[in-house]
């Protein structure tokens, strides 16, 4: 996983310690998303976290308040540096079609490549109803945002259908996304997630209406 970064300013302890000190910030995130996706959030506990982390339990709290600070720095971080990589991903391209799909890539690649993660971000945290509240207003929306921004940018290029409601469907962009990868943790079958990119675009961009020259091309039935 990559490195999980962000800024956690009032609500984390009185004078906690520096992320860069062994490394320990990181070791005990990454430790934290094996043991929530292994026991399932609920039914772990910080010591837990340390044992697989390897240290104390107490050294846990110099950086994190508790088990819900440690969850929410999870999905906060991978987030935060998730943003930054597509934005630098996609900056180059002058194409919002070709914008929208390297979302969708670099989207199922990263849930692909760390199943723990997976099922931290679309099992785990959807238990509770407040944590989503949170999520959703303060993280969320800001991947959702960067989303909306591109078919909006598609949409004045002639791209899209300028007649489509761009917030509706970033919602059904994000949520395809999200449907193959809570597909791909329970079917277990070992098929690269990405894989699923161009289908799910194929469908998002054309519909299930056959193309006119489909149905010229299709034989005709006796």
């Known amino acids: 996983m990559a490195r999980l970064v962000a800024s ?17 910030h990181d070791t005990i995130l990454r430790a934290a ?18 044992r697989e982390a390897g240290v104390a ?13 440690l969850l929410f720095s999870i999905i906060t971080e991978m987030l935060d540096s998730f943003i930054v990589h597509v934005r630098t991903a996609i900056a180059p391209l002058s194409s919002p079609l ?9 989207h199922l690649e990263m849930l692909g490549r760390d199943r723990d993660l997976a099922v931290v971000f679309e099992v785990e945290i959807r238990h509770s ?3 989503m ?15 909306q921004q591109v078919i909006e940018a598609g949409q004045r290029a002639g791209e899209f259908r300028p007649d489509i409601n ?6 059904v962009f994000f949520g395809a996304l999200d449907e193959m990868v809570t597909n791909w943790i329970l079917s277990r079958r070992g098929k690269p997630l990405a894989a699923a990119v161009e289908p799910v675009l194929d ?15 299709s034989p005709t039935k006796e």
Do not use: C, M, W
């Open 57 to 69: 339990d107490g050294t846990v709290y110099l950086y994190f308040k508790n088990k819900d600070d």
């Open 133 to 147: 509240e949170e999520f959703s207003t303060k993280k969320l929306s800001e991947y959702l945002d960067l989303i």
């Open 8 to 24: 956690r300013t009032a609500d984390k302890p009185p004078a906690p310690a520096s992320r860069g000190e062994n490394g320990k």
């Open 203 to 217: 469908i998002l961009l054309h519909g299930f209406v056959p193309h006119p020259a489909s149905v010229a091309a």
């Open 166 to 171: 761009p917030r509706i469907a970033t919602k």
């Open 33 to 50: 998303v094996t043991v929530f996706a292994r026991n399932g959030y609920f039914n772990s506990k910080v010591s837990d976290v340390a």
């Open 129 to 131: 109803t407040k944590f």
């Open 98 to 106: 070709a914008q929208l799909r390297e979302i969708a890539r670099l």
